[in-house]
């Protein structure tokens, strides 16, 4: 078989980059490792910034999201036993959507499979040959058959444990890597939202963040060591644990329910330099990876894959490579930018085990500071909504 960009990964940056291929007539193949359904059972994301909402209008899937996704003009800081509103919408003209990574992937499944394009499923055995020579190929087992795609270039879109970044030689690329000593566990509900809007709270039990899917599907977060099995964690368990980070009131509102999905994610800041090895690009987790408090790591995908698309769309529409040889250090730019957005938020909102109590009085000080200070709520909303395309340029 023979393609343009052979894609590695049908999650949300391959599926979007195929997207955005396909639309300027640039043929493409997505290999991915599990099924359709294992894809879209796995629940992340709930937040979009502009970016990425433009670039799903811009591949024309937007519809749905348009009508179900819920518009937030604002988030809340509980800390302290009270809540403060960051009034996103007013101090930067900005709004996030709230519509789950799961509706995203599944919106552009559908429209690759309405559109006839290629995507194997169940592609195993992965291997990246000559990116950095002249016929790059991808060899694949499918169905017990081993395969060859050769094609002009290979987007490695699949994900922080991917094959792509691994095929690298170790001497050409750097990683820059920090390990937080407590991961996220997170519970979807059939229930409503304990509140309109997120809550991101910082206690003395630790951090907790309220979020949602819908307007009766609920999704919530409590920290945990990352030494817990989610199986330690009855459903019981972790309303209780829920519960105790709450204001009077959201404890009121709490409705609880059975889980229909539990899960333990680690914490980790990632960063991969470069993000091209001759014809091969890393885009999205593959590349790097942001703690999930600060809500960047899709957004970080969507961008990285609207500038791969547009230098792609540049070398073979254009006859120009400045967009792939400025692709890295474009990208990079704007990822360092959230990885400190989100490296800062994930220190100011959770406990630290080894934590003398200094750390956390210094915490609270700062969220005092944060919410009474506008030219502080602004940087933060700022970055939350996330920074133009252009920013800095
Ligand atoms: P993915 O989604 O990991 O997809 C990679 C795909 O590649 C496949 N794959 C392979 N295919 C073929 N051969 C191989 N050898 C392969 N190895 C892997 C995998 O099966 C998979 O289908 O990466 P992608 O597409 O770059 O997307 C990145 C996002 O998934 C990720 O950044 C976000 O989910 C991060 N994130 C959040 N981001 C936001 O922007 N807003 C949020 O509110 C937000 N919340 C979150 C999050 C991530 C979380 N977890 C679990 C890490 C909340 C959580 C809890
Ligand atoms: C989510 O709804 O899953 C979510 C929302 C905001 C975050 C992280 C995750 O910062």
Redesign the pocket.
Known sequence: MRTQVAI???????LLLGALLHKAGIDNVI????TGDY?LGRI????LEQVAVAALDEVGVGARMHKEGLVHGGFELLFGGKRHRIDMHSLTGHIVMVYG?TEVTRDLMNDRAAKGLTTVYE?KE?SLHDFDGTTPHVIYVHNGQTHRLDCDFIAG???????SRASVPKQAIREYEKVYPFG?L?MLSDTPPVSHELIYANTDHGFALCSMRSPTRSRYYVQVPLTDKVEQWSDERFWDQLRLHLDDEARANLVTGPSIEK?I?PLRSFVAEPLRFGRLFL????GHIVP?TG???????ATDVKYLGSALIEHYQHKSDQGIDHYSERCLRRIWRAERFSWWFTMLMHRFPDESGFNHKVQLAELDYLVHSESAMRSVAENYVGLPLNFGE
């Open positions: 590695i990964g049908g999650g949300p940056s391959g290999l991915e490792r599990q894809v992340r994301a709930g937040v990574q592609a992965v879109c699949d994900g922080f444990h991917g094959v996220w997170g899960s994610a885009a999205g987790d593959a999930p809500a960047k790591g899709l957004n970080l995908a």
